[in-house]
T-cell receptor, first 113, second 116 residues
């Protein structure tokens, strides 16, 4: 079955370290997205990519970086410049120019220790 | 810019009660509208959608009608179950219906708790 996979499910990071969250999809979707969710809060867009080798900043891109070298993969790096990285991170993908909405992964919970 | 406003939660209901979660939107074009559901510790799942005015989306007993005149997309269910306890997000896609989909804009979510 096609889907979108995020790994790991739980991640612990020491202060000052960079960490990379994985997001892989086998849905043949063109567009991919990264969101951050804090407790009791909605979703905030970090980065998105509509096509391979291209990506745009979302509303809260500072302290994060991404790459889109393959259609299937859109990894997110949380850098040491992100002052408050503890959150639930969600990856999503979409077919592109249609109205079917997004498919979400199951999320990665990042905790700074 | 475009935006989505949902009723604040949490909403607590008894099993078999009627559910309404209000959602209104602001958009310059003719967006598509969506409801997503998030169970604890999981990602979001698409619950239902509507792509043009007067369309009704439905799934698993949930319904929502795209009302252009009131810019609303309220979620309803006639008889909720304990298993419906989750957070519900209303969202819109920028851009004209039937055309290219822009990024989704989400409301802040409404937490629903159903008691037996």
């Amino acid at each position: 079955d096609g889907g979108i996979t995020q790994s790991p499910k739980y991640l612990f990071r020491k202060e000052g370290q960079n960490v990379t969250l994985s997001c892989e999809q086998n849905l043949n979707h063109d567009a991919m997205y990264w969101y951050r969710q804090d407790p009791g809060q909605g979703l905030r867009l970090i980065y998105y990519s509509q096509i391979v080798n291209d990506f745009q900043k979302g509303d809260i891109a500072e302290g994060y970086s991404v790459s889109r070298e393959k259609k299937e993969s859109f990894p997110l790096t949380v850098t040491s410049a992100q002052k408050n990285p503890t959150a639930f991170y969600l990856c999503a993908s979409a077919r592109g120019p249609d109205n079917y909405g997004y498919t979400f992964g199951s999320g990665t919970r990042l905790t700074v220790v | 810019g475009d935006s989505v406003t949902q009723m604040e939660g949490p909403v607590t209901l008894s099993e078999e009660a009627f559910l309404t979660i209000n959602c209104t939107y602001t958009a310059t074009g003719y967006p598509s509208l969506f409801w997503y559901v998030q169970y604890p510790g999981e990602g979001l799942q698409l619950l239902l959608k509507a792509t043009k005015a007067d369309d009704k989306g439905s799934n698993k007993g949930f319904e929502a009608t795209y009302r252009k005149e009131t810019t609303s997309f309220h979620l309803e269910k006639g008889s909720v179950q304990v298993s419906d306890s989750a957070v519900y997000f209303c969202a819109l896609s920028e851009g004209d219906y039937g055309g290219s989909q822009g990024n989704l804009i989400f409301g802040k979510g409404t937490k629903l708790s159903v008691k037996p």
